[in-house]
């Protein structure tokens, strides 16, 4: 071994800027101004910060109901009978759930939490799909008695399922999940049983052959953020095989199929060039090419589709309002009404990293998990007359990993500026982490312009309330 110290080297395939990456030597024109966000839904986010704090997520009502709206009437107008669910993971705030709920939404869990979560919206067990790779036998057990469609994921959950069914007078509709090469890379091979190699058809005929089960659903899920639709129809056409031969069998017919989720919003990855509207396929692109399969159909032969949407669904609608705390990287001149010649900004151009300005904000990867994957847009609240420059934009943790862009064009900022982020409001509530900081409120901006808390900043008594402090620690007996 080399007694030379060999620093890790490290690609872009994490999506971060190299120092000496394009964007860093472009010396072309910016334009002169950036976008920026003062309002949502008409309500000014200044505004918003100093009624509720800062860092604040927002959500716009208007947009999680346009949003299931149009994924509705892309998939009823080419296929009427398609059903939807909506994915608890994604975000299971109770505001938010129940908007999809009333727009007609079932309910897609993972878990024994989330189920609970679901009942106690009053969502009744015929309404919930069970999917993910462990359901707790108790939590089974409630569900199986509440008549959920349980997914199941492997041989051990089938045996178990056979088990806890036993004493059934009358068959309960299961599903089993599958996994198909779709042409997308990676395959998600984790969950559920192969289509491929035989296994998918060996458990759908471990089921079939079970009085006390019936097969429901044939449901696959191929990953998340799919950009190609094309991708779906492959996956329709598997199943509807699988389907087919399961028939032939078993004079079965598998009333449903679900293709699970993964549709995309309007994020970016790293690396990817946009606007988003030109690269991010529309809905009705995945309504065409899925309804074109089975529609192929005779129509007697013709299942249910079903879809467990999520990111597609909440993420545009979420919004992460935070504000600068403090400025870094001095040579760039940051501070409002600064100077900004030629001269520094090329300084900073060719310094790259030591004349780079960057910003530490209130919020940072604590509550933007996805800011791994996506370039998650900053956008100020006001006009700055300045032209942007590439800075850096770090979270307020203790961590030199906390960094939510490592390089985004932004104009000069002073402390106190918001800038909001956006879009955020898939997986980032639901992944948040409560390190160091109390997590923020959460404002759901209703139809009518209204904004409503729909969860409270968290205080010491949320996070201390499960804790005890044993008697000899000086804690109450
Ligand atoms: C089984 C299942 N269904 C649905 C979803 C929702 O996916 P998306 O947010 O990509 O729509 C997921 C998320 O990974 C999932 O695992």
Same mark, same amino acid.
């Given at each position: ?34 976008? #920026? ?8 986010? #200044? ?33 009427? /009978? @398609? ?5 608890? %993971? ?125 097969? +429901? #659903? ?39 199929? /679900? ?6 919003? +309007?994020?970016?990855? +790293? ?29 007697? %032969? ?25 400025? %870094? ?40 998990? @996805? ?48 800038? #909001?982020? +956006? ?55």
């Amino acid at each position: 071994m080399s007694s030379e110290y060999l620093p890790p080297s490290v690609g872009a395939e994490l999506g971060r800027q190299a120092l000496d990456a394009q964007a860093e030597r472009n010396f072309y024109a910016r334009g002169a101004c950036s976008p #920026t966000l003062p309002e949502i839904d008409g309500v000014s986010v #200044t505004e918003l910060i100093a009624q509720f704090g800062s860092p604040l997520f927002v959500f716009s009502e208007n947009s999680l109901r346009d949003q299931a709206r149009r994924m509705r009437e892309a998939f009823r107008s080419r296929y009427d /009978n @398609t059903q939807f669910a909506w994915s608890y %993971k994604t975000n299971y705030l109770n505001a938010i759930c129940t908007v999809f709920h009333q727009e007609g939404w079932m309910a897609e869990v993972v878990s024994d939490f989330e189920y609970h979560k679901a009942r106690k919206l009053g969502i009744p067990g015929g309404n919930i799909i069970f999917n993910g790779p462990y359901k707790p036998r108790s939590i089974l057990e409630r569900a199986i008695s509440e008549g959920a469609l349980i997914q199941i994921d492997n041989w051990d959950e089938l045996s178990l399922v056979e088990e806890l069914t036993r004493h059934l007078s009358k068959p309960l509709d299961v599903g089993i999940r599958v996994w198909l090469d779709a042409g997308i890379r990676p395959v998600w091979s984790k969950f559920g049983f192969s289509v491929e190699n035989g296994e998918a058809g060996r458990a759908a005929d471990r089921v079939a052959r079970n009085s006390r089960l019936r097969l +429901h #659903t044939l449901h696959t899920h191929i990953g998340t953020y799919i950009l190609a639709p094309g991708a779906y129809a492959v996956a329709a056409a598997k199943l509807v095989a699988l389907r087919e031969q399961i028939f032939a069998e078993h004079q079965h017919l598998v009333p449903c199929i /679900n293709l699970g989720g993964g549709f995309p919003s +309007h994020s970016l990855l +790293h690396g990817m060039e946009g606007p988003a509207e030109r690269v991010i396929p529309p809905i009705e692109a995945y309504a065409d090419a899925i309804a074109e399969v089975l529609n192929r159909l005779p129509a007697k %032969k013709r299942p249910q589709l079903r879809f467990e949407s999520g990111r597609h669904l909440v993420d545009d609608a979420g919004y992460l309002l935070t504000s600068v705390v403090a400025i %870094k990287g001095v040579r760039h001149p940051v501070a409002v009404n600064a100077d900004l010649t030629g001269r520094d900004y090329k300084d900073q151009m060719l310094l790259g990293e030591q004349a780079r300005a960057s910003y530490v904000m209130d919020a940072g990867v604590n509550l933007l998990y @996805t800011a791994t994957w996506y370039q998650i847009n900053a956008l100020p609240a006001r006009v700055v007359n300045a032209p942007p420059s590439p800075v850096r934009l770090y979270g307020p943790l203790c961590m030199s990993i906390d960094v939510v862009r490592y390089s985004v064009d932004l104009p000069p900022l002073s402390v106190g500026d918001v800038v #909001t982020l +956006h879009p955020v409001g898939a997986y980032n509530l639901s992944q948040s982490m409560q390190f160091i900081c109390y997590r923020p409120a959460v404002v759901l901006i209703d139809a009518n312009g209204k904004p409503e808390i729909i969860r409270a900043r968290e205080v010491l008594d949320d996070i201390q309330r499960p804790e005890r402090l044993p008697a000899h620690l000086g804690g109450k007996a």
